[in-house]
Each structure stands twice: as C-alpha cells, then as structure tokens.
C-alpha cells in the first residue's frame, strides 16, 4: 500500500473516499493478471465503506484446488481490510466489521469498514 501512496504522490489518504480510490488502484494492479477475478459493489455512507462481494477468484481457486476449507481465504480478507485502510489513514480510527463470507457457506461477502477522523 505505501508503494501505491507513493507511485501516486500521496503519503496518506486524504479521507475515506480517497482511501477507496487508492484501494481500488492497489486491488487493480494486484489482481489485473486475473480477468473478472472479482465482482464487487463498494458504497460509502457518511464514515463507513460497505464493500459487498459476490465472485471472488480466492474462493474459486480453493474449490479447484479441493482445499479440506475454502474458508482460508476468508481469514486473510477479513484482516488484509483492516490493515489496508488503517495504513491509508493513518489520521484515522479504523474498525472493521466482517458481516458475511462466502467461504463459510454466506451467498456474498460483506465487510462494514469505519474509518472516524480523530480530533486533534
């Protein structure tokens, strides 16, 4: 994520809105060697970023695989969020809700992502 801030000029986010746009570049460059790896709906409410995923290429690639758990991708997600927006905003308290996985039977992944700026 600091790679991307700084190919885009920026040592942090400028707030929630931005840290999307910045996620969005990183999640493109990450994964634009999968075509279609992923369909997702990202919304942002007030301080609070719902990301909604109903394809995701981790889960797919687990299932081929016959993995015992195709939940393990589903633990990494959950965190890898947290993390990525903590780092973009570092000005920021950031929570992370996980709602639902599909790796854990749920028919799309939610995450609930709260970004509150902290009074100096």
Known sequence: MRFTLGALGKKKADDLPDALAVW?????QLFCSIPDAFE???????DTLRM???????????????????DQGCIACAVAHGTWF??????????TETISQMG???????YQ????????
């Open 24 to 28: 969005q570049t990183y999640a493109h």
């Open 40 to 46: 997702m709906e990202q919304v942002i409410e007030g």
């Open 52 to 70: 909604v995923l109903t394809k995701c290429a981790v889960l797919e690639g687990s299932k081929r695989a016959k993995l015992e758990r195709t």
């Open 86 to 95: 903590k780092s973009l905003l570092p000005d920021y308290d950031v929570t």
């Open 104 to 110: 854990k039977g749920d028919l799309k992944c939610e």
């Open 113 to 120: 992502i709260r970004a509150t700026k902290r009074s100096d």
